[in-house]
């Protein structure tokens, strides 16, 4: 009898953490419905969505954001995955070099934007170096990558950070299988780029797949980046949604949520998704198993 | 052969490119003077190095009170992380699949919404603008990667010794200690230290939560990098990673020695 409510004493820190974050979803939803009854708000309505989506700001930030996270996180899976290949090829999965792949992980955003600022800005280093062997005569002539619409430098600062994350996330998994599967196709007379798109890349989806929706779900919520790297017009919708909950009229505030209310509802459809599409390569790959 | 010739510089261009940006920080904030198109600064002061030190910043103690805050969270997040863990790994009940749904929740609400949603709530519960409503915070952050960690070991070391133990006639608690905990160990120490760099490096939780009133790091970098001053920036980036370097690194160590140490028995 005791030992069956174990388990559940074991859980409740942790259903009470579940819990918290309900609690702040369920905030966002039912403020972004105009109910905030300290502001005299306690009509449900569906027209603060409606509005927002009439605003041109937040439309553009929503195309921002999706464009700046779609960008970031498939170039970082990609790149990640290459890297996580080369140290399974060179049999590198340990030591110095696997410690400087990890420094990005352990770097903050913050000073990922200093980085970024000092390598990518039109007197950065990179050129700097164009300067030098002689391929542009003059700074204005280096491609503007901050503070752009296009949000160029924080898709590359994300890459910075993200893309030996994916190869830290997948490492481990792709070496198991390129040292047993992988191996095996190569000794059937595979070639090793065949047996890595035919054998190891498919087996590896669910692993990368599900940092692929790590990260777009970061960078899609994320905030210090596009701050610090953006353009002002048109903002990252994060930053876009902070700009709203700060006005000073608190009759803003419904709408802000409301922008919170489609950050979350992309992020959660992102990772619905994820599940269908898991579900869907289970049952194909399901035969092989 | 040929193939593996392309991975060697792919991969040394990659170590390139995450060093040199690392290598570059140390420069500018020593660099008094960079103008372009130097390929190095023209010349060096120790002005940032003063500023830091005895400014208006208080490093030391900012240091401090960030690294208590981020081991708070890194311990706290280990706790709840290993009871989840022993509950899922050692236990069988209904509704198991929920929790891993659960551990990855935190994933995929943002921490923007997230904090952004709680605001309201700490507020009420009076944990607005103060250091318990941002460890809280912050915990949910940590969250999914130590139980991620802790679950990994816990399913690898099983119950089997605590059993034994436990059957020779010690306490549950005297067998957890004795009989898992050295173990564990490991999964331990890597869970606060993934908590510990998750909580160092959040700023807009830390802002939202803690209202600006509650000095970390992160906060006070960003002002920095939006006033444009390079080389204060530069050195606060290196005070931060250099700390949260060296925190980590001392946890490595702690491990390698624990490891080393049950190995040898």
């Known amino acids: 009898m005791k030992r069956k409510w174990t388990p559940f004493f074991l859980l409740l820190p942790f259903l009470g953490i579940i819990g918290v974050i309900l609690v702040s979803v369920g905030n966002v939803l039912v403020q972004s419905l105009g109910y905030i009854p300290a502001f005299g708000l306690t009509r449900l309505t569906l027209d603060y969505y409606r509005q927002i989506f009439a605003r041109e700001d937040f439309v553009s930030a929503l195309q921002v954001s999706l464009r700046l996270a779609l960008w970031s996180a498939s170039l970082a899976c990609v790149l990640g995955v290459i890297i996580a290949t080369a140290l399974v090829r060179l049999k590198k999965a340990g030591g110095g070099v696997l410690s400087v792949i990890r420094l990005p992980i352990l770097t903050p955003h913050a000073v990922v934007a200093v980085f970024m600022v000092q390598l990518l800005g039109q007197t950065g280093l990179l050129a700097r170096v164009c300067y030098s062997l002689g391929w542009i005569q003059d700074f204005s002539q280096f491609p503007q990558l901050l503070y752009t619409a296009g949000q160029e430098g924080t898709i590359l600062a994300y890459l910075w950070k993200e893309a030996p994350f994916v190869a830290y996330f997948v490492l481990a998994f792709l070496s198991g299988i390129s040292d047993t599967l992988g191996q095996a196709a190569e000794n059937l007379g595979a070639s090793p780029l065949r047996a890595f798109f035919l054998v190891t890349l498919p087996l590896s989806l669910p692993v990368i797949g599900k940092a692929f929706l790590i990260l777009f779900i970061f960078a899609f919520g994320g905030y210090e980046l596009p701050l610090l790297l953006g353009s002002t017009l048109p903002k990252a919708l994060p930053v876009q949604a902070y700009l709203s909950y700060m006005e000073p009229n608190l009759r803003a505030r419904p709408a802000a949520m409301a922008m919170n209310g489609v950050i979350l509802a992309l992020s959660l459809g992102m990772a619905l998704a994820y599940w269908a599409a898991m579900h869907a390569l289970a049952k194909k790959v399901g035969g092989i198993r | ?265």
């Not at chain 2, 190095?40 to 009170?65: D, H």
């Not at chain 2, 802790?150 to 436990?166: I, K």
């Not at chain 2, 001053?229 to 160590?253: N, P």
Request: proline residues 5%; aromatic residues 10%.
């Open chain 2, 1 to 265: 052969m040929k193939g593996n010739f392309l991975f060697k510089f792919l991969l040394a261009l990659v170590l390139l490119l995450i060093l040199v940006p690392a290598g570059q920080i140390l420069l500018w904030s020593v660099a008094e003077r960079w103008p372009w198109p130097g390929l190095l600064p023209e010349s060096y002061s120790l002005r940032t190095v003063k500023e830091l030190l005895f400014g208006s910043a208080k490093l030391p103690g900012l240091l401090g009170s960030s690294i208590t805050l981020a081991l708070t969270v890194g311990v706290l997040g280990t706790v709840v992380g290993l009871l989840t863990a022993r509950a899922t790994q050692l236990y069988d009940f209904p509704g198991k699949e929920l929790v891993s749904f659960g551990a990855f929740l935190p994933l995929l609400v943002p921490g923007t919404v997230f904090a952004m949603g709680i605001q309201i709530t700490l507020i009420r519960l009076g944990l607005s603008d103060t250091v318990a409503g941002v460890v809280l915070v912050h915990l949910i952050a940590a969250i999914p990667y130590c139980i991620t960690i802790l679950t990994d070991v816990t399913r690898a070391v099983g119950s089997s010794l605590e059993q034994q133990a436990m059957v020779l006639g010690a306490s549950p608690l005297r067998a957890f200690l004795h009989g898992s905990l050295p173990s564990l160990m490991p999964g331990i120490l890597s869970s606060v230290s993934m908590g510990f760099i998750l909580s160092y490096s959040q700023y807009f939780t830390t802002l939202m939560a803690g209202g600006g009133r509650v000095k970390t790091l992160a906060l006070v970098l960003v002002p920095y990098i939006q006033s444009g001053d390079r080389a204060l920036a530069s050195i606060y980036c290196v005070a931060f990673v250099g700390s949260a370097l060296l925190v980590f690194f001392l946890f490595e160590g702690i491990l390698h020695t624990v490891s080393e140490r049950s190995r040898g028995k």
